[in-house]
């Protein structure tokens, strides 16, 4: 099983290596196929790596529990470093969701990015960027996992600034770039600090050892890994690198919006819950920030006019919403949304991708009427939005309201929820069936500790007269405090009516009335649309696959009012719209519109409060450095020639010059004897 994760990973890296090496020979060898050698290099690995995944997920859902193995160890003198993996539920799930995307954003490329002279680059760093995911993913070790976070950083970089020529590409890498640095500077101190603490890297040894830890050390651990996940997961106030970066190619837009970079940061507070849970704080700081960011961005998306930024502030606030129910401790409903995300918000840059290629615009004001002459591309993308606004039964609806509830539930309770790490239904306690041999049969839960911080629920039967005992979940009690549960769920059901308001203008504008412009309206080539309408079919039915699990099914009270909600937001949204069409309905807004399109001035602040005084700094800085420090250094360069020059007199190479010299002094001392006589 290791092995297999292991070539999961390691199949698009040897993809990226190959296709910068050999891609531009390639492309001379293999000319009948689509996409030449690059095409070929890029598809057909992520495309092995997609079946291995679901061979991995396949055997994990038949038989539950984590799976690890140590590659390496490399022994640092301190805390060891285990260069290993870790399949499990959580690991298997999230690594078929990269896979599939990877593999559908490599495919749509070949069309996209056709007659690019760097497409070869392209692909190879889009085959890198997803080995680096995989890692972070399959990763059982802090500091393996940090290597594949930094890995894509630097991959986001390069493809967002894909087109470098262009100054706002070229711009918004950049920020990319440094802002999330930040968080990673702070991520990256977590790591150390937890390792310390805890005497290993092992994520799993991390995990159980965090209630036994300070809890100074753990909250303060806690908080630094939120700086990181604040910047990869582009939540407030590091969230303003992701609007700028739709600059790049729309299909990196939809790789690191659904399945890599940004799905990192939720996917590594999944993964380390055990020391959000001991650092009820930190889960309090989350919940706050989420809230933030949630609202906040839907106001923002509500406002924009280019699509892809539309599509950009829905990204945070859906991740926002998975770091909601993080918080209030519906882990499971946190990580179904995550998957049920990837499925639908590569959908909708992938059509938007189709419908910019066709438009030639990424402005909502060009579109209009385009129904007609894409039918594959509004199907798609109605399926896609309506997965976003949760509109029941699209995949969308069902993680959603599962994270509505848990808030719910737990803003009734002061605060209080139970959230299940492992794989499974939510495990209520059960008294024991006695079995003829006098064993304890059933399922039956312990705790470890008063008040239960960490209980398991346990299947045990008995084969032949011996016990058999299974551990089925680990089940954590999460406290918040009961303002923050509040905040939080009120948080989230005005995110719900901000969604579908914005989804719904943007279907409208997109879809219906006149067409506003002089281009021919047709679906794009068939690898764009075929790929478009398959990633339709997860973006529609992924939900039903979490009605096996009781704390992911819909009930009655949450959802009726989730449906509401939504009706409310897209109702209003369709209301504006039908009294002229041919106008934006986000003119509704009034004078507070201009607030939301540029994102609450929150890149203006940044730029008062930080950008220009650092600008500042630096050319003071470059005035001393010229003015001091290469002053005294040229200085004393000067002076060292002129010093020279004088001392270089007496030895100019000339005999006349010497005799004189010596005759002059002859008669100097002679004159200086006759004198002192």
Known sequence: MIWLASLVALLPFLAA???????PSLTRAVRGLPGGGPGVIACVPVGVSAVLSAIVAFVVWRDPGPRTGVLTLVDTGSVPIEVGLQVDGLSAAVALMVCCVALAVQVYSVAYMRGDRRYSSYAAFISLFTSAMLLVVYSGDLLLLYVGWEVMGICSYFLIGHHWEERATSRAAVKAFLVTRLGDAGFLIG??????????????????????????TVTAAALLLLAGVAGKSAQFPLHTWLPDAMAGPTPISALIHAATMVAAGVYVIARVYGVFVA???ALAVLGVIAVVSMVGAACAALAQDDLKRVLAYSTISQLAVMAAGLAVGAKSAAVFHLLTHGAFKALLFLAAGCVIVTAGSNM?????????????TFGAMTVGLAALAGVP???????????????????LHGGESAAFSAPGAVMPPEVPAASPTGFPSGLFQGCLTDPPIDCHAIQATVTGGVLQADLVATAYTVDVPGGVAWLVYLGL????????????????????????GSYEVRDPSRFMSWTVAALAVPAAILGFFGLGASELRPHLGASLLSVLLVALGAGVAFLVWNRDPALDPARALGPVRPVFARG??????YAVAIVRPVKALARYVVAFDRAGVDAAVVGTGRGARRLAELSRLPQNGNPQTYLTGLLAGVV???AGVVLLL
């Open 17 to 23: 290596f190959a296709g910068m090496l050999l891609g």
């Open 191 to 216: 790591v150390i600090v937890l390792g310390v603490g805890a005497g290993t890297f092992d994520i799993s040894a991390i995990a159980a050892s965090a209630p036994d830890l300070p809890a100074a």
């Open 279 to 281: 650092a009820p704080d």
């Open 364 to 376: 909502l004001r060009d579109y209009g009427g385009l129904r007609r002459g894409m039918p594959i």
């Open 393 to 411: 039964p699209f995949s969308g609806w069902f993680s959603k309201d599962s994270v509505i509830e848990a808030a719910q539930h737990s803003a």
């Open 493 to 516: 059901l005005v995110t719900v009516v901000l969604t579908a308001a914005y989804a719904m203008r943007t279907w409208l504008m997109m879809f219906f009335g006149e067409t506003r």
């Open 600 to 605: 609450f001035f929150v890149d203006e602040l």
């Open 668 to 670: 100097v001392i002679v």
